[in-house]
């Protein structure tokens, strides 16, 4: 069924468009929401007399995803994240992670139009992600993947002389022991 836009409908398109469509997605989401007219002869010749109003709105949409474009190209963004001593990520850097800092620097990006490669990003490191601003403007934004600092845990190396269950780790320090004892005179062993 052939309709004709009344908005722009991410992803069918824009106002002014004659798309087809099914019946039921026209009848059921277009119609209901305002979003889409029948075409027909009388509807074509109402948007054929708006054609330049629709048309400038367009020409202004491309000159702002043309400004925003250069704004987001000129940025990196960096973003701090937990991650192995290998550089692997504890998480994963998602579209919407990306989205988040865009907003945090003032930008207003959906995150359906920020395209990560392979969906995420499992790794520490300088990665290139596009954004699909307006028809075929994409700016392509660097995102610096550092690890979070984490609080190292030392590891305790056993030292000698270190004792399991109250006994002397190493047959020399039973030696030692014994003669220690041996050594201290009898009025000091009945005192303790």
């Not at 099914?22 to 027909?40: E, H, S």
């Not at 960096?78 to 989205?99: D, E, F, S």
């Amino acid at each position: 069924m052939k309709v004709i836009l009344n908005k722009d409908v991410n992803p069918l398109g824009e106002e002014g468009d004659v798309k087809d469509v099914a019946k039921g997605y026209a009848r059921n989401y277009l119609f209901p929401r305002g979003l889409a007219v029948p075409y027909t002869e009388r509807n074509l010749k109402i948007f054929e007399a708006r054609r330049e109003e629709i048309e400038a709105r367009k020409a202004e949409k491309r000159k702002d995803a043309a400004s925003l474009k250069e704004r987001l190209e000129g940025t990196e963004i960096t973003i701090t994240m937990p991650a192995g001593a290998n550089g692997k990520l504890y998480g994963a850097v998602t579209n919407q992670t990306i989205a988040d800092e865009l907003m945090k620097q003032g930008f207003q990006v959906e995150r359906k139009r920020i395209e990560v490669p392979g969906n995420h990003i499992k790794s520490v490191g300088k990665f290139k992600i596009h954004v699909r601003l307006y028809e075929n403007t994409t700016a392509e934004v660097t995102v610096v993947i550092q690890a979070q600092v984490t609080k190292t845990e030392e590891k305790h190396e056993p030292h000698k002389g270190h004792q399991r269950h109250g006994r002397p780790a190493h047959k020399e320090e039973v030696a030692a022991e014994i003669s220690a004892n041996e050594s201290v005179p009898e009025e000091t062993k009945s005192a303790e």
